[in-house]
């Protein structure tokens, strides 16, 4: 049995690539069925409305997918901001310039917040009788899932998976239509994830012009889906996909049928998500609570002051040596607030300038 796999990192390239390039050896001369099958098996009346749909977003699926929770998502391993002092910066700090310390500049450091990154593959293909509310009803599991987990802090990765099995040739795309480090948007994956069309339009033209494809069976109905093919469980059809090195180490997977048949935190269980054997809720950091204000004791001796978090003694300093008074600089610490013109004339009347 050969096997023809091909992989796409996003939406944009999936659909430049199948648009660019004309019809195989198997269906080269034949009517596609990408272009002439009917709204009512494809809810899109022509390919181009289809590809409008891709690019520009599934506004009605909106409609469809409003059980799902629509929060903006802002986790994962975005850079944080500290700030800190050092020798540049954007401002200066006075405490440290007055006192003559070198890092006396507030400038900022981004520190990277890690977070658990899942990859998952979900397969929303299906037979010719497969009515379009079940792709809805799975797709909008599969975001509430998407969801879920962002809201636990992880990052999700979101592959579509399409695949047509004919007599001597399994043909199979994956497509990321979300990728780890972009919050979820339901507009711009609502399409691929519950729109037949994705399917039964922009999938049969990757088979149509797939360039590795020979099995001249696939004029005859486009071959069958893979659940009616490899093993009678989700979990058959998860250790072939594996085997073949489709769905890679550390993914997790899952189909239209199980997904429409759980809601989000059974689906994750299903996946095995959080069964031990994959990611795991990251660790949260208990922050200290700022302590209250303390009556002075002049008995009492008190700490050094600290300077963006940093204590005088903790940095790396020359250690003190007197200069002579006739090196001494001839402008006190109040000069500093001067503008740099005035300061300027003012040094230059004391100098006889």
Same mark, same amino acid.
């Given at each position: 049995m050969?096997?023809?796999?091909?992989?796409?990192?996003s939406?944009?390239?999936y659909?430049?690539?199948i648009?660019?390039?004309?019809p195989?050896q198997?269906?080269?001369?034949?009517s596609?069925h990408?272009?002439?099958?009917?709204?009512?098996?494809?809810?899109?009346?022509?390919?181009?409305?289809?590809?409008?749909?891709?690019?520009?977003?599934?506004k009605?699926?909106?409609d469809k997918?409003k059980?799902?929770?629509?929060?903006?998502?802002h986790?994962g391993?975005?850079?944080?901001?500290?700030?800190?002092?050092?020798?540049v910066?954007?401002?200066?700090h006075?405490?440290?310039?007055?006192?003559?310390?070198?890092?006396?500049?507030?400038?900022?450091?981004?520190?990277?917040?890690k977070?658990k990154?899942?990859?998952?593959?979900?397969?929303?293909?299906?037979?010719?009788?497969?009515?379009?509310?079940?792709f809805?009803?799975?797709?909008?599991?599969?975001?509430?899932?998407?969801?879920?987990?962002e809201?636990q802090?992880?990052?999700?990765?979101l592959?579509?998976?399409?695949?047509f099995?004919?007599?001597?040739?399994?043909?199979?795309?994956?497509?990321?239509?979300?990728?780890w480090?972009?919050?979820?948007n339901?507009?711009?994956?609502?399409?691929?994830?519950?729109h037949?069309?994705f399917?039964?339009?922009?999938?049969? *033209?990757w &088979?149509?012009? +797939?360039?590795? $494809?020979? #099995?001249?069976d !696939?004029?005859?109905?486009?071959?069958?889906?893979?659940d009616?093919?490899?093993?009678?469980?989700?979990?058959?059809?998860? *250790?072939? &996909?594996?085997? +073949?090195?489709? $769905?890679? #180490?550390g993914? !997790?997977?899952?189909?239209?049928?199980?997904?429409?048949?759980?809601?989000?935190?059974?689906?994750?269980?299903?996946?095995?998500i959080?069964?031990g054997s994959?990611?795991?809720?990251?660790?949260?950091?208990?922050?200290p609570?700022?302590?209250?204000?303390?009556?002075?004791?002049?008995d009492?001796?008190?700490e050094?002051?600290?300077g963006?978090?940093?204590?005088?003694?903790?940095?790396?300093?020359?250690?003190p040596?007197?200069i002579?008074?006739?090196?001494?600089?001839?402008?006190?610490?109040?000069?500093?607030?001067?503008?740099p013109e005035?300061?300027?004339k003012k040094?230059?009347?004391?100098?006889?300038?």
């Amino acid at each position: 049995m050969k096997i023809i796999y091909e992989r796409f990192d996003s939406l944009g390239q999936y659909l430049e690539t199948i648009e660019g390039r004309k019809p195989n050896q198997v269906f080269s001369g034949c009517s596609l069925h990408s272009n002439d099958r009917d709204r009512s098996f494809t809810l899109t009346s022509s390919y181009e409305e289809a590809t409008e749909l891709a690019r520009t977003g599934y506004k009605e699926g909106l409609d469809k997918l409003k059980a799902a929770d629509n929060k903006a998502r802002h986790m994962g391993s975005a850079p944080k901001a500290l700030p800190m002092t050092g020798v540049v910066g954007f401002a200066p700090h006075i405490p440290n310039a007055i006192t003559g310390v070198p890092c006396s500049m507030i400038t900022t450091q981004k520190v990277e917040q890690k977070a658990k990154v899942i990859s998952i593959l979900y397969y929303m293909g299906g037979a010719c009788h497969v009515d379009a509310r079940e792709f809805v009803e799975a797709g909008k599991n599969i975001l509430n899932v998407i969801y879920t987990l962002e809201l636990q802090g992880y990052r999700v990765a979101l592959n579509v998976l399409t695949n047509f099995c004919g007599v001597h040739e399994r043909a199979l795309c994956s497509v990321q239509i979300k990728h780890w480090r972009q919050p979820s948007n339901p507009l711009k994956i609502s399409y691929p994830l519950i729109h037949p069309s994705f399917f039964r339009r922009h999938g049969f *033209r990757w &088979l149509e012009t +797939q360039p590795e $494809l020979e #099995d001249r069976d !696939f004029i005859h109905g486009y071959g069958r889906p893979l659940d009616n093919t490899e093993g009678r469980t989700v979990e058959d059809r998860r *250790r072939y &996909l594996r085997e +073949q090195g489709i $769905l890679q #180490d550390g993914w !997790f997977y899952t189909e239209r049928l199980e997904a429409r048949a759980h809601e989000a935190n059974e689906l994750i269980k299903v996946m095995g998500i959080t069964d031990g054997s994959g990611a795991k809720s990251p660790v949260k950091v208990k922050r200290p609570v700022p302590a209250g204000p303390r009556e002075y004791n002049p008995d009492r001796k008190y700490e050094t002051e600290r300077g963006m978090g940093l204590k005088f003694d903790e940095m790396d300093l020359p250690k003190p040596f007197e200069i002579p008074e006739e090196d001494m600089p001839d402008f006190s610490p109040a000069d500093l607030r001067l503008p740099p013109e005035a300061l300027y004339k003012k040094l230059a009347g004391r100098r006889g300038y």
